[in-house]
């Protein structure tokens, strides 16, 4: 069969209530039969019969992608599935006991290829981009150690994934590195995936995780290698479209834009249209719908298609950066190239969920600067999203000529400046409404979940001041641990809050047990009456929002559970997992985290049925003991803890 990249492989099997087979799953290729390859290997079975050694680093123009195999790899041991992950893709949960899974999950079986023939509807591809890192533009970068097989399409839901191996060997774009992953940073990024997507945060999935037990890698120390499956709607990042803006390639800026306008948000009338105030307002919606060839707004300000496309991500990424400060969650290396266009949560290296809150926190030991703290990162992903408006500035700024045959086919004329002016402003003013139609999108998810989180059925623009910012404030300066402060305010009920007396002797739940003090230079009893007085203000709102009593002390406990969690994979927690699979040889403990992770609005896990445990549907048991301290006080020791970008 040729390829073709549109064909849907065994699509027509039909999907049992468990899932489906591998085999089964229908696939494509969508992604590599729309964009242009690297010319080095310009069809599969060139890459293919070509020494791996030869697929290694070097620079690559003119291409989207570059067609490579994963490396071999020898007694591979899968260790864990991600039950979540194998629902969401539409496989069954007992293929991971299967052959064929555990081949493709490291790379020693490519699917949709035949090695034989060099023929088949569908080859393996990795990436290539550029990127602002650190605010400093880095050149090439692209997938170094990342290989894409296929995309996958839940035969229930419809939902498209792009199937990914990350640390499966070299690529042209590996640049210094080897290709490979290590254990540590495997098992990090296997549980956090998932664990944001059960927290309600759009993020990139992790299906499986291998232990490669050959495979020794150099970082600061020698540690042992590891393969994860990942999935995404889409890899794609800005930093697709930075290479090409420093290359001057425009012609594949317009390809790629129209590519991800038409295929990864399904098509144009799905991005959403100009707002009645162009600057926004938190709660406003766009409308949808509009078609391909609609400009609309004023003069100087026409919006073509390419804005629309342009809109779509800014308002994806303002809605993710409010959901991570919101859970207290820093990336923590927020570079361009680990931006997504589709707004996910993506590459996961020094990550970490806040312990004590403290705005200037960043899990990035590297990040002198804080460039990437919790305070600055809604700054950050502005400023990487107007990175991406200068590289579709002039299909933005091109408004209703943007498919005129002298647009198309020469651009934008610097010289003619007559000609080129107006583009130019429109593509600033446009780019400039964008940034306050971010910050409304922004403030309005961060607003509405933030009031969620506190009980409160309802938002009054006071509850910015006397109850959010207050809170912020106290938690810093007493310094109390962020989602924890949360889960038990959950359990306190206003009938137990009476008094000043009664508030007070609330507030003790919200210190740590493990430490004699609540903050440095801060007396107890201080620190009681400073949360007591909070806690009345917050008794006031809830007693308005809800009607009755028995209302609050048990539709609210209820609601606050659903959106507050009682498990964060904590940096201190996964750094004993690792210890524990790396240097003690236990499995069930990595098992036991992701169920954790995946389920993290429980009271309690042990002995309570799943729909999706470790082995699919039953009893949980798990260990009440690792449950408990795992989501009690954090030790002092440590606590904000700090990790490199080695991985």
Same mark, same amino acid.
């Given at each position: 069969?040729?390829?073709?990249?549109?064909?849907?492989?065994?699509?027509?099997?039909?999907?049992?209530?468990?899932?489906?087979?591998?085999?089964?799953?229908?696939?494509?290729?969508?992604?590599?039969?729309?964009?242009?390859?690297?010319?080095?290997?310009?069809? $599969?079975?060139?890459?293919?019969?070509?020494?791996?050694?030869?697929?290694?680093?070097?620079?690559?123009?003119?291409?989207?992608?570059?067609?490579?195999?994963?490396?071999?790899?020898?007694?591979?041991?899968?260790?864990?599935?991600?039950?979540?992950?194998?629902?969401?893709?539409?496989?069954?949960?007992?293929?991971?006991?299967?052959?064929?899974?555990?081949?493709?999950?490291?790379?020693?079986?490519?699917?949709?290829?035949?090695?034989?023939?060099?023929?088949?509807?569908?080859?393996?591809?990795?990436?290539?981009?550029?990127?602002?890192?650190?605010?400093?533009?880095?050149?090439?970068?692209?997938?170094?150690?990342? @290989?894409?097989?296929?995309?996958?399409?839940?035969?229930?839901?419809?939902?498209?994934?792009?199937?990914?191996?990350?640390?499966?060997?070299?690529?042209?774009?590996?640049?210094?590195?080897?290709?490979?992953?290590?254990?540590?940073? #495997?098992?990090?990024?296997?549980?956090?995936? !998932?664990?944001?997507?059960?927290?309600?945060?759009?993020?990139?999935?992790?299906?499986?995780?291998?232990?490669?037990?050959?495979?020794?890698?150099?970082?600061?120390?020698?540690?042992?290698?590891?393969?994860?499956?990942?999935?995404? %709607?889409?890899?794609?990042?800005?930093?697709?479209?930075?290479?090409?803006?420093?290359?001057?390639?425009?012609?594949?800026?317009?390809?790629?834009? &129209?590519?991800?306008?038409?295929?990864?948000?399904?098509?144009?009338?799905?991005?959403?249209?100009?707002?009645?105030?162009?600057?926004?307002?938190?709660?406003?919606?766009?409308?949808?719908?509009?078609?391909?060839?609609?400009?609309?707004? $004023?003069?100087?300000?026409?919006?073509?298609?390419?804005?629309?496309?342009?809109?779509?991500?800014?308002?994806?990424?303002?809605?993710?950066?409010?959901?991570? %400060?919101?859970?207290?969650?820093?990336?923590?290396?927020?570079?361009?190239?680990?931006?997504?266009?589709?707004?996910?949560?993506?590459?996961?290296?020094?990550?970490?969920?806040?312990?004590?809150?403290?705005?200037?926190?960043?899990?990035?030991?590297?990040?002198?600067?804080?460039?990437?703290?919790?305070?600055?990162?809604?700054?950050?992903?502005?400023?990487?999203?107007?990175?991406?408006?200068?590289?579709?500035?002039?299909?933005?700024?091109?408004?209703?000529?943007?498919?005129?045959?002298?647009?198309?086919?020469?651009?934008?004329?610097?010289?003619?400046?007559?000609?080129?002016?107006?583009? !130019?402003?429109?593509?600033?003013?446009?780019? &400039?409404?964008?940034?306050?139609?971010?910050?409304?999108?922004?403030?309005?998810?961060?607003?509405?979940?933030? &009031?969620?989180?506190?009980?409160?059925? &309802?938002?009054?623009? #006071?509850?910015?001041?006397?109850?959010?910012?207050?809170?912020?404030?106290?938690?810093?300066?007493?310094?109390?641990?962020?989602?924890?402060?949360?889960?038990?305010?959950?359990?306190?009920?206003?009938?137990?809050?009476?008094?000043?007396?009664?508030?007070?002797?609330?507030?003790?739940?919200?210190?740590?047990?493990?430490?004699?003090? $609540?903050?440095?230079?801060?007396?107890?009893?201080?620190? =009681?009456? =400073?949360?007591? !007085?909070?806690?009345?203000?917050?008794?006031?709102?809830?007693?308005?929002?809800?009607?009755?009593?028995?209302?609050?002390?048990?539709?609210?406990?209820?609601?606050?559970? %659903?959106?507050?969690?009682?498990?964060?994979?904590?940096?201190?927690?996964?750094?004993?997992? @690792?210890?524990?699979?790396?240097?003690?040889?236990?499995?069930?403990?990595?098992?036991?985290?992701?169920?954790?992770?995946?389920?993290?609005?429980?009271?309690?896990?042990?002995?309570?049925?799943?729909?999706?445990?470790?082995?699919?549907?039953?009893?949980?048991?798990?260990?009440?003991?690792?449950?408990?301290?795992?989501?009690?006080?954090? $030790?002092?020791?440590?606590?904000?803890?700090?990790?490199?970008?080695?991985?």
């Amino acid at each position: 069969m040729a390829l073709n990249g549109t064909t849907i492989e065994n699509g027509t099997h039909p999907l049992s209530s468990a899932g489906t087979t591998l085999s089964a799953l229908p696939k494509s290729w969508n992604f590599t039969a729309s964009l242009p390859p690297d010319a080095a290997f310009p069809t $599969p079975a060139d890459s293919h019969k070509a020494d791996r050694d030869d697929l290694g680093p070097r620079q690559v123009k003119n291409a989207i992608f570059t067609w490579v195999r994963p490396e071999k790899q020898q007694n591979p041991e899968l260790l864990a599935v991600s039950p979540a992950a194998m629902r969401d893709l539409g496989l069954a949960l007992s293929e991971a006991d299967t052959e064929e899974f555990r081949k493709v999950a490291v790379g020693n079986k490519i699917i949709g290829w035949d090695e034989e023939t060099l023929s088949g509807p569908g080859y393996p591809w990795a990436q290539c981009y550029g990127g602002f890192q650190f605010g400093q533009w880095a050149g090439q970068l692209g997938d170094g150690r990342a @290989i894409s097989l296929f995309e996958g399409t839940n035969p229930a839901t419809g939902v498209r994934y792009e199937v990914q191996l990350k640390g499966a060997g070299m690529t042209p774009y590996s640049r210094f590195a080897d290709g490979k992953a290590v254990l540590r940073s #495997s098992i990090r990024e296997f549980v956090v995936s !998932e664990s944001l997507h059960a927290l309600g945060i759009p993020s990139t999935r992790a299906l499986a995780i291998s232990l490669l037990p050959h495979s020794r890698v150099r970082r600061e120390t020698m540690e042992p290698g590891a393969i994860v499956v990942r999935m995404a %709607q889409s890899w794609l990042r800005f930093g697709n479209f930075d290479i090409l803006r420093a290359r001057g390639d425009r012609k594949l800026v317009r390809q790629l834009a &129209t590519y991800i306008g038409e295929e990864v948000f399904g098509g144009w009338d799905k991005l959403p249209g100009r707002l009645a105030d162009p600057e926004g307002a938190p709660g406003d919606e766009p409308l949808r719908g509009i078609s391909k060839e609609t400009i609309a707004g $004023p003069p100087g300000a026409e919006e073509n298609r390419f804005h629309r496309l342009y809109r779509e991500i800014v308002r994806r990424n303002a809605l993710t950066v409010a959901k991570w %400060q919101i859970y207290g969650f820093m990336n923590g290396v927020l570079n361009t190239d680990n931006t997504s266009i589709f707004g996910l949560s993506i590459d996961f290296g020094p990550f970490a969920f806040m312990d004590n809150f403290d705005p200037n926190y960043t899990p990035n030991h590297d990040d002198f600067a804080l460039r990437y703290s919790y305070r600055n990162q809604a700054t950050i992903i502005w400023w990487n999203l107007v990175r991406l408006g200068e590289a579709l500035g002039e299909l933005i700024g091109a408004g209703p000529e943007v498919d005129s045959e002298s647009f198309v086919a020469n651009g934008l004329n610097f010289d003619d400046d007559a000609a080129s002016k107006p583009i !130019e402003e429109r593509a600033h003013k446009l780019i &400039t409404q964008a940034g306050e139609e971010f910050k409304a999108v922004f403030m309005g998810e961060f607003k509405r979940l933030f &009031t969620a989180r506190l009980g409160l059925k &309802t938002y009054k623009e #006071s509850d910015f001041d006397s109850l959010f910012d207050s809170l912020l404030n106290t938690m810093e300066a007493l310094e109390l641990d962020y989602n924890l402060f949360f889960r038990r305010l959950s359990t306190l009920k206003t009938a137990d809050l009476q008094t000043e007396e009664a508030r007070q002797k609330a507030a003790e739940v919200f210190f740590s047990q493990v430490e004699d003090v $609540p903050g440095p230079g801060t007396d107890q009893g201080k620190a =009681r009456k =400073r949360v007591g !007085e909070w806690l009345d203000k917050w008794r006031v709102r809830i007693e308005e929002d809800w009607s009755t009593p028995a209302a609050d002390s048990e539709e609210r406990v209820a609601a606050m559970k %659903q959106v507050n969690p009682n498990f964060i994979p904590r940096g201190w927690i996964l750094d004993e997992v @690792i210890h524990r699979v790396e240097k003690q040889g236990e499995r069930d403990v990595l098992k036991r985290v992701l169920h954790m992770a995946t389920h993290p609005f429980e009271d309690a896990w042990t002995g309570k049925e799943f729909e999706y445990g470790p082995t699919g549907k039953g009893v949980y048991q798990g260990d009440k003991a690792e449950e408990q301290r795992w989501t009690g006080d954090v $030790p002092q020791q440590k606590k904000a803890m700090q990790c490199s970008c080695s991985s």
